[in-house]
């Protein structure tokens, strides 16, 4: 069982900045590509950002992309994103996951494990 503990969320102003972290002390971090999805009050969980599992390939969903930035560092069995620009709309409970397949990272299904959240609100 892989746990993953996100950290870094919080209140900030439209247009601000703020860097999420999850973390692991799984040996293993290193073989599960990474994603980050998000789930506003009362809509779906959506994609957010995904890497790959050297970091090399990186994912995107349209709505971030350009803002948001997702890395990995695999000796501290950690992921990143760093969300700049933030705007109202990005208020969710952001959360991060591992997959330990292959396949369309945009898909929550393809994720084995998940963190238990961290909220960000952007105020206008």
């Known amino acids: 069982q892989v746990q993953l503990v996100e950290s870094g969320g919080g209140l900030v102003q439209a247009g601000g900045s703020l860097r999420l972290s999850c973390a692991t002390s799984?040996?293993?971090?290193?073989?599960?590509?990474m994603g980050w999805f998000r789930q506003a009050p009362g809509k779906e969980r959506e994609f957010v950002a995904a890497?790959?599992?050297?970091?090399?390939?990186?994912y995107y969903a349209d709505s971030v992309k350009g803002r948001f930035t997702i890395s990995r560092d695999n000796a501290k069995n950690t992921v990143y994103l760093q969300m700049n620009s933030l705007k109202p709309e990005d208020t969710a409970d952001y959360y991060c996951?591992?997959?330990?397949?292959?396949?369309?990272?945009?898909?929550?299904?393809?994720?084995?494990?998940w963190g238990q959240g961290t909220q960000v609100t952007v105020s206008s």
């Open positions: 996951a591992a997959s330990g397949r292959g396949g369309n990272y945009y898909h929550a299904s393809r994720y084995d494990y």
């Open positions: 799984e040996r293993t971090f290193s073989r599960y590509a």
């Open positions: 890497i790959s599992v050297i970091g090399g390939t990186t």
